[in-house]
């Protein structure tokens, strides 16, 4: 295992001015286990050389990033949440916007969520039916990751990506795209907007959401930034609109002040007001 501190503060400095990451708001721990994945790919054994290899191997740099905001994900991941958000929730709050809704998915990965919930929105009952639904929807979906937005964007997924989702909304939704994958159908795909953003230091596209989905990502984050991303949030959400977190994740600081805890198991809340 790596031990030269040094070495750490230089490469910290380094990835932080090659890539504009943050680094200084991760957990540490999370931040060197994630680290010594890549050392351990190259063959090095202290961060001194492993500053002098990204230095060689551009190349390296990206994967390096990939391995830091590394992204597990898939279709109607923890099923038990979806059903919660469409048990009571969200119906409640497509009644409260006359079935308009605006939301963002913030660490979106390779688009799995924001499809996902697209996908859910549309299977809601609504006298339109899902055209209705769809044509109400926007949905931002941001993350930092060059690579998995461009997966996004393609939108074609292997047999795995649909593990735990319903097979007859997998029909509805996907279309047979060769070799075992499935691509995201059209009416889907259009509600969902992509972009790169860095959570930690840009705002989103828009001003005010209705739902904000932001799973797994702020336990890789330390307190103080925890508690600014929970700040932001609620500035961010309209008045009862809905956040959604991971299991393991929870409103901190002053914000939980602004927040109803709707489903605890689940981890989800509404904005107060």
Avoid at 28 to 56: F, N, P, S, W
Avoid at 86 to 99: I, K, M, S, T, V
Avoid at 101 to 106: F, I, K
Avoid at 222 to 241: I, N, S, V, Y
Wanted: hydrophobic share 45%; proline share 8%.
């Amino acid at each position: 295992m790596p031990v030269d501190d040094p070495g750490f503060s230089l490469l910290a400095e380094r990835i932080a001015g090659r890539t504009g990451l943050d680094v200084g708001a991760y957990k540490e721990r999370c931040l060197r286990r994630r680290i010594a994945v890549r050392m351990r790919a190259c063959g090095v054994t202290t961060y001194v050389d492993y500053v002098g290899l990204l230095d060689q191997l551009p190349g390296e740099l990206d994967a390096l990033l990939d391995a830091l905001t590394i992204n597990v994900t898939r279709f109607f991941r923890n099923p038990e949440t979806w059903a919660a958000l469409a048990a009571a929730p969200l119906p409640a709050l497509l009644a409260a916007r006359e079935g308009r809704l605006r939301a963002w998915s913030a660490g979106c990965a390779s688009g799995e969520e924001p499809f996902t919930l697209a996908m859910l929105v549309a299977d809601l009952p609504a006298p339109g039916g899902p055209s209705d639904r769809l044509a109400r929807l926007h949905i931002d979906a941001t993350d930092l990751d060059r690579a998995s937005l461009e997966l996004a964007a393609e939108a074609t997924y292997p047999a795995p990506a649909f593990a735990e989702a319903d097979p007859a909304c997998v029909g509805r939704w996907t279309e047979p795209a060769g070799e075992g994958r499935r691509r995201v159908r059209g009416p889907i795909r259009t509600v969902v907007h992509l972009s790169r953003l860095d959570l930690l230091r840009e705002d989103p596209p828009a001003a005010s959401y209705d739902l904000i989905l932001c799973r797994n990502v702020i336990i890789y984050f330390d307190r103080p930034t925890q508690d600014r991303l929970m700040e932001r949030f609620a500035a961010l959400l309209a008045p009862g609109g809905l956040l959604v977190l991971g299991k393991v994740e929870t409103i901190l600081g002053p914000a939980r002040q602004g927040f109803q805890l709707l489903e605890p198991r689940e981890r989800i809340y509404r904005r107060a007001g």
